[in-house]
């Protein structure tokens, strides 16, 4: 076989890699239960990819002791899932429960854990003295779901970073049954602005 005909059959293959990872994304985009998530404001920019917002939610720091029995066993790079639970009147969805595997039913998403923490909680004693409460400490988790950068140019990232702050953005976010999530793209002030792949 030839240097050419190799260098030929190269480029199809990588174009065919190329177009099914496209493809995959655009079906997972598609076949995925949409959710919209509050955003929390941050702001960094990559100096190699460009700008950026970063996308913070309620679910990036989970407080185990809010969502009934403790789950415990949690450690760093390892998978979390969790339950979401729609709010009726605002449309934002929000954990219901946490689980360090897929419970089999509901809008579950996937994440890793980033970092494990035990806090101890301040109360005030008999005297009225803030003290630490070591008898009740609360386990906390931060994780990652791959949703955490939104990429922009220079002048709509900066856009975008003052709408988050005021409230005005919400992400629209694609879950498909495994738990994994894509983004769909944002709303803005209560306008759906869907990115498009192709």
């Known amino acids: 076989m030839s240097a050419s ?64 029995p403790v789950q415990t066993g949690f450690s760093r790079g390892g998978d979390v899932f969790v339950t979401l639970i729609r709010d009726e009147a605002t449309g934002s969805w929000s954990a219901a429960s946490v689980h360090d595997r897929h419970p089999g039913e509901g809008v579950v998403i996937r994440g890793k854990v980033e970092r494990v923490f035990e806090l101890i909680p301040w109360i005030e004693d008999e005297d009225g003295e803030r003290v630490r409460d070591r008898d009740n400490p609360r386990d906390e988790l931060r994780v990652s779901y791959n949703l955490e950068r939104y990429y922009a140019s220079r002048d709509e990232a900066l856009a975008l970073e003052d709408m988050r702050e005021g409230g005005r953005l919400r992400l629209i976010v694609s879950v498909g049954r495994s738990g994994d999530a894509v983004i769909k793209g944002l709303e803005i002030d209560g306008e759906d602005r869907l990115d498009r792949l192709f």
């Open 5 to 68: 005909v190799r260098l030929v059959l190269m480029a199809v293959l990588m174009t065919v890699v190329l177009i099914a990872m496209a493809g995959l994304h655009a079906a997972q985009r598609a076949g995925g239960t949409e959710i919209r998530l509050d955003m929390l404001a941050v702001d960094p920019r990559d100096p190699l990819l460009g700008h950026y917002v970063v996308i913070e939610t309620e679910l990036h720091s989970l407080d185990l002791n809010a969502y009934g």
